[in-house]
């Protein structure tokens, strides 16, 4: 499975991004969507999680509310809506793909190259 992860860029505070993860290989529809996140001088945390067949989600506790997850297994692709943007959610954003349903980054198999999500104050 490949991944290819886009949409990040630079937004200003209270703004909206909405990223995407292509997958190419294997229909995503077979894996768990996880979304993490690394900012500047910080380790990997999980952001959120979509189960396969979207029914099931699941968010840290710093972003609820605020992102939404969601897929288009048809597109064979996953998205994170961000909302009400601030400047702690400035990080490089990543995509990944498991066989399991998990907040734990080892837990997935797969992951994308990362885009970078920029707020601005």
Request: proline share 2%.
């Amino acid at each position: 499975v490949q991944l290819q992860a886009s949409g990040g860029g630079l937004v200003q505070a209270g703004g909206s991004l909405r990223l995407s993860c292509a997958a190419s290989g294997r229909a995503v529809s077979d894996y768990v969507v996880g979304w993490f996140r690394q900012a500047p001088g910080k380790e990997r945390e999980w952001v959120a999680a979509s189960s396969w067949s979207g029914g099931n989600t699941d968010y840290a506790n710093s972003v609820k509310g605020r992102f939404t997850v969601s897929r288009d297994n048809a597109k064979n692709t996953g998205y994170l809506q961000m909302n009400s943007l601030n400047p702690e959610d400035t990080a490089v954003y990543y995509c990944a793909a498991g066989r399991y349903y998990s907040r734990l980054s080892h837990e997935y198999d797969y992951w994308g190259q990362g885009t970078l999500v920029t707020v601005s104050s």
